[in-house]
């Protein structure tokens, strides 16, 4: 046999061992499965915390509908500045209610139209008329600016902006300085957003004599 042959015959004989080999069992790489990412409920937990400006990072998932004119009171659980719970809802059970609303607290603008309604404050009460303030300021920062300027109504913490995106005066973040005047029983009739510091108690007292 020549050695051409044999190199051929060799050849294939060593093909046909080589394919008669029983291939490797290959192991499959166990797959990592991914969290999914939380959404909804569970991202509306995050805490937002007001910074020195009166800003939050983080607001919570679960809205409120928006609340316009003839709009009433949403059910809702906040804090005064007493650390208490409030029930939104039934602030104006028995009688009307103006609820302004600061950026932050102790801070010259909103110094300036809390003491205004501080000063006219009788106006109100006179007319059957609760005054609070609201504000994304934690209940400790409201009390201790309550005291210092003898504030006599009640102070609400909305630190997540609920109510206050709700009523149209959250945006990026911020407060937008307002009031928002209810009657008994609820009902929205009359806001004004923005308003001047110094304009809003007197604008207040004189829509509620108007009605």
């Known amino acids: ?6 190199q051929v015959s060799t050849g294939g004989r060593r093909s046909t061992r080589i394919a008669a080999q029983p291939k490797e069992e290959v192991k499959a790489k166990p797959v990592t499965k991914k969290r999914p990412a939380k959404e909804g409920k569970d991202e509306a937990k995050k805490r937002a915390k007001p910074n ?4 939050t990072d983080a607001v919570d998932a679960e809205k409120l509908a928006f609340i316009d004119i003839g709009d009433s009171l949403p059910t809702l659980t906040l804090k005064n500045e007493k650390d208490e719970d409030i029930q939104i809802a039934e602030l104006a059970s028995e009688k009307g209610v103006v609820l302004f609303l600061v950026p932050k ?7 300036t139209q809390a003491c205004g309604f501080r000063d006219i404050y ?9 005054v609070y303030c609201l ?3 934690s209940p400790t ?3 201790k600016w309550q005291t210092k300027r003898e504030l006599p109504y009640p102070l609400i913490s909305d630190p997540k902006r609920e109510l206050i995106a709700a009523l149209g005066a959250g945006e990026g973040g911020k407060t937008k300085r307002s009031h928002f005047i209810f009657d008994k ?5 009359d806001k004004k957003i923005p308003v001047k510091p110094a304009d809003s ?9 108007s009605i």
Do not use: H, W, Y
């Open 52 to 55: 020195e400006e009166g800003e």
């Open 185 to 189: 029983g609820g009902k929205l009739l």
């Open 201 to 209: 108690p007197k604008l207040a007292l004189e829509f509620i004599k």
């Open 122 to 130: 009788p106006d109100f009460t006179s007319v059957n008329f609760n």
């Open 141 to 143: 920062a409201q009390a």
């Open 135 to 137: 504000s994304a300021d």
């Open 1 to 6: 046999m020549s050695p051409r042959t044999t």
């Open 105 to 111: 607290a102790d801070t010259p603008g909103c110094t």
